[in-house]
């Protein structure tokens, strides 16, 4: 941390300190516990202090990394920068939380968090509703250092990048780099795998970043759709030797019902939906069970109801066919298949007779070569 209380009582920050040396014959100690804390002078993290001995203390509990310190400072700095009134590390008694900045943006406190190590889930809740508590928007920034790509516009998120992801109103992740001084902002966030998602990703210098912009307004980033397709590719091309059980039930499935294997998986189950990142499964394991539902309604000529669908959507999670990433409201799984259902009118595999009630336009076809499937998937999400 950068702040401390001096032997008179007053607040001292690191920042900008000038006279490093002199500081060492200084006494220090913890605005929150009143521990005594050391100044650290080292060449591999910038000026910072540290409890002497922490064991009692209620807020220092990690020990903070040259990257957490830097991006911190950096993050100060900037907000100072966009009339912001930031404080550096303020102890706010009611909730006994410490953010590392808090701010005033259009007329809102902010508490920053800029978190690169992980952290427990029941941490990371009872932190977000305590700054709520206090009227305080919580703003999650997580190191860049934590993202890991895994190809073009997808990255490896798991539980703990979800965090993060689902605390905020536009289910964004903002990550900041002391290193290349910029934000990086993922959104439009679909999950293809469990902990592999598509992601719109934009890079913003952090001298170019207008906090409110950033903290305000929804990405204006469009959906690569080219990129989409490659993830569909390579999942074509897969050997497929490992798979889940989740998977292995659909994969029976789909060859009992339809003789087709992975590989050979319809167009339809990869649809890129905005609300489908509820389903902790894969995409063509919960588009799966309702593209066979469908088709097997319209291999009847049976009118198809939105309602029915939704139904069977909440079987298979009951039957644990399907997974959910979070708890979520009868209205978010409702918007996921409604999504999802809206994607398949538009491109003609469904039409709407009447209100929420559907036919198949086209009669399931046979067997395609793989050539045929990939060029489907082309004209269904390039064209
Ligand atoms: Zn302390």
Not at 68 to 87: D, F
Not at 154 to 175: D, K, T, V
Not at 211 to 238: C, G, P, V
Request: glycine share 4%; proline share 5%; hydrophobic share 35%.
């Amino acid at each position: 941390m950068f702040s401390a209380v001096t032997e008179d009582g007053q607040m001292f920050h690191l920042l900008g300190a000038s006279q490093r040396q002199k500081l060492k014959q200084r006494r220090f100690f913890c605005p929150v516990c009143g521990g005594e804390l050391a100044v650290k002078l080292g060449p591999q993290k910038a000026p910072h202090f540290a409890h002497k001995q922490n064991k009692s203390c209620s807020i220092d509990i990690e020990p903070e990394s040259a990257y957490h310190l830097e991006g911190k400072r950096q993050l100060y700095v900037w907000l100072k920068t966009q009339q912001a009134s930031p404080l550096l590390e303020p102890y706010i008694k009611s909730i006994n939380q410490r953010p590392d900045i808090m701010g005033n943006i259009k007329g809102h406190m902010l508490a920053v968090e800029y978190q690169c190590a992980t952290i427990a889930p029941d941490v990371f809740q009872k932190r977000t509703a305590g700054f709520k508590q206090a009227g305080i928007i919580p703003q999650w920034i997580m190191g860049y250092s934590r993202l890991k790509r895994t190809a073009p516009s997808f990255y490896q998120l798991s539980a703990f990048h979800w965090q993060f992801i689902n605390a905020g109103p536009c289910r964004e992740l903002i990550c900041y780099c002391p290193e290349t001084r910029s934000f990086c902002r993922l959104s439009h966030i679909i999950p293809f795998y469990t902990n592999h998602s598509y992601c719109s990703i934009q890079t913003i210098p952090i001298h170019l970043a207008s906090a409110r912009h950033l903290f305000f307004t929804e990405s204006k980033s469009s959906l690569r759709y080219d990129n989409w397709m490659k993830a569909i590719l390579r999942f074509r091309h897969k050997p497929h030797r490992f798979i889940s059980k989740e998977l292995n039930r659909l994969r029976m499935l789909f060859y009992e019902k339809r003789q087709t294997s992975l590989p050979f998986l319809p167009t339809e189950v990869f649809v890129p939906v905005k609300k489908g990142a509820v389903f902790k499964s894969p995409v063509f394991v919960w588009q799966g069970y309702l593209y066979l539902f469908i088709t097997d309604l319209g291999a009847k000529r049976a009118p198809i109801h939105f309602s029915a669908v939704l139904q069977q959507c909440k079987l298979h999670i009951h039957k644990k066919n399907m997974s959910l990433r979070y708890e979520c409201s009868e209205d978010c799984l409702f918007e996921a298949v409604k999504q999802y259902i809206d994607f398949l009118c538009k491109k003609g595999f469904l039409r709407e007779t009447q209100k929420e009630v559907y036919v198949l336009n086209h009669p399931a076809e046979g067997v395609r070569s793989l050539q045929d499937l990939i060029e489907r998937d082309r004209s269904c999400f390039i064209e």
